[in-house]
């Protein structure tokens, strides 16, 4: 029931980002030996973007499972979550300036050849992707498999989202209406691993009957049968 208001929480037709938004990309995972950043193994690559609001605030955000960082997907994750005309701040990437193209203006702060840490020169996206992994491994622990991970960040969004909400009852009031407004959801599509067909799924035991040995009738019970 939880995936299937998580589905939910993606409301159709949504509004994208506008403004000055901020894109980056991060890796979720466990902590595993071996390359740390980019290239690295046994992790989820995840594109964020966030709006920044004057001064120092932060607006909507989106979040989505990619396959790679390479800049046709990038370009696919901007047009569906960002606004054409909106100015987009990206990090040196250079596959973000192909991505970008004419849709919009590009704003590019190149890291390695500024003075400052990449959470100052980016700030929005580094605090949606640190407050993401602390939810993931607060809340749940961490036993978050990446089949399932798209899910846990539309629900990520969504608090995030409306974290300025005076009524936190109208939230679930909220997720009811957007239930309303979504494609049914099957169990087949909320299974990470959907290779398993119908055959293979064992219908479920018959009730055994009791044993010869106790089975039979049951003795009387007089003091229920008696009548006064």
């Given at each position: 029931?939880?995936?299937?208001?998580?589905?939910?929480?993606?409301?159709?037709?949504?509004?994208?980002?506008?403004?000055?938004?901020?894109?980056?990309?991060?890796?979720v995972?466990?902590?595993?030996?071996?390359?740390?950043?980019?290239?690295?193994?046994?992790?989820?690559?995840?594109?964020?973007?966030?709006?920044?609001?004057?001064?120092?605030?932060?607006?909507?955000?989106?979040l989505r499972?990619?396959?790679?960082?390479?800049?046709?997907?990038?370009?696919?994750?901007?047009?569906?979550?960002?606004?054409?005309?909106?100015?987009?701040?990206?990090?040196?990437?250079?596959?973000?300036?192909?991505?970008?193209?004419?849709?919009?203006?590009?704003?590019?702060?190149?890291v390695?050849?500024?003075?400052?840490?990449a959470?100052?020169?980016?700030?929005?996206?580094?605090?949606?992707?640190?407050?993401?992994?602390?939810?993931?491994?607060?809340?749940?622990?961490?036993?978050?498999?990446?089949?399932?991970?798209?899910?846990?960040?539309?629900?990520?969004?969504?608090?995030?989202?409306?974290?300025?909400?005076?009524?936190?009852?109208?939230?679930?009031?909220?997720?009811?209406?957007?239930?309303?407004?979504?494609?049914?959801?099957?169990?087949?599509?909320?299974?990470?691993?959907?290779?398993?067909?119908?055959?293979?799924?064992?219908?479920?035991?018959?009730?055994?009957?009791?044993?010869?040995?106790?089975?039979?009738?049951?003795?009387?019970?007089?003091?229920?049968?008696?009548?006064?």
């Open positions: 029931m939880l995936h299937r208001f998580r589905t939910a929480m993606v409301r159709p037709g949504r509004d994208r980002l506008t403004g000055t938004v901020e894109v980056d990309e991060t890796f995972g466990g902590v595993r030996p071996g390359k740390r950043g980019r290239g690295a193994e046994g992790k989820t690559l995840v594109a964020v973007a966030v709006e920044l609001l004057a001064p120092t605030g932060f607006g909507r955000c989106r499972v990619i396959p790679n960082a390479h800049a046709p997907t990038f370009h696919l994750f901007l047009l569906d979550c960002v606004m054409p005309g909106s100015v987009v701040v990206t990090d040196g990437l250079s596959p973000y300036r192909a991505a970008i193209g004419e849709d919009y203006r590009h704003v590019p702060h190149i390695a050849k500024s003075s400052d840490p959470h100052v020169s980016l700030p929005g996206v580094h605090r949606i992707a640190s407050l993401l992994k602390r939810w993931l491994l607060g809340t749940h622990q961490g036993a978050v498999e990446a089949d399932h991970l798209q899910a846990y960040l539309n629900e990520f969004a969504f608090r995030f989202n409306r974290r300025h909400s005076e009524f936190r009852g109208l939230l679930f009031r909220r997720l009811l209406e957007q239930a309303v407004q979504v494609e049914p959801v099957s169990y087949r599509s909320l299974v990470g691993n959907p290779s398993t067909t119908a055959e293979e799924i064992q219908p479920p035991r018959k009730h055994r009957p009791h044993p010869s040995s106790i089975s039979g009738t049951s003795p009387g019970h007089p003091w229920r049968d008696h009548n006064p």
